[in-house]
């Protein structure tokens, strides 16, 4: 009767001594070993988590810009093209000295040609810029200098013309080729290329 009253209290203690260690492990948190796991797997999360974030902002920022170049630059190229559309007399020819990204032929780096007003207009790229002169009838002697219709923030690395006339009586097509990018060097590989064909509404017939 006494041994089995030994056992009871032996398995007593156990248990008391067991709900004891865990009590002690519970109030003592984590060990160094522990923390410096969970704060290596942390700095790790953190890290590729600002790497995301700061490539996606980077990415949203390109887009924007191009899409504020295409904006730009479609509109200097719809209104180059209405002008176009109401010219006549289109004569083509190269830079001198040649742009960073000559054209190829037959292309051409400058057009000009008579508008509506009977003055005499030249487009071409002025310093990364596409520029637009005009001059009267009598010539461009003291005539207004060019002028920029393109962004100062936008790189026009490219512009040529083409003009095909398959007979004297048929209306000039002219086709144009634009390349613009962004004058930062950090972006000079984002580029968009554009290009569009305009067809003259005045026949050489009329002007003769």
């Not at 004569?91 to 040609?113: G, H, T, Y």
């Not at 009598?138 to 100062?152: K, L, N, Q, R, V």
């Amino acid at each position: 009767m006494r041994k089995l009253t030994d056992n009871k209290q032996l398995i007593t203690n156990n248990k008391r001594y067991r709900l004891s260690f865990i009590s002690y492990r519970s109030r003592a948190g984590f060990t160094i070993v522990e923390l410096i796991v969970a704060m290596g797997v942390f700095l790790i999360a953190i890290t590729l988590a600002i790497g995301v974030f700061v490539q996606a902002l980077k990415t949203q920022r390109i887009v924007n810009y191009l899409m504020s170049v295409n904006s730009n630059a479609s509109i200097a190229l719809e209104g180059l093209a209405r002008e176009l559309r109401t010219g006549y007399a289109f004569s083509l020819s190269e830079l001198d000295p040649p742009p960073p990204n000559p054209c190829l032929n037959p292309q051409f780096d400058r057009i000009s040609f008579k508008n509506s007003n009977s003055k005499l207009v030249t487009y071409d790229i002025e310093n990364g810029v596409l520029a637009r002169q005009e001059c009267d009838s009598a010539g461009c002697a003291g005539a207004e200098p060019f002028m920029a219709i393109t962004a100062s923030n936008i790189l026009v690395s490219r512009l040529c013309f083409t003009k095909t006339q398959p007979t004297s009586n048929d209306p000039w097509r002219i086709s144009i080729f634009l390349t613009v990018g962004s004058p930062n060097p950090d972006l000079a590989t984002n580029v968009l290329n554009l290009e569009t064909t305009v067809s003259s509404r005045i026949l050489p017939q009329d002007v003769q």
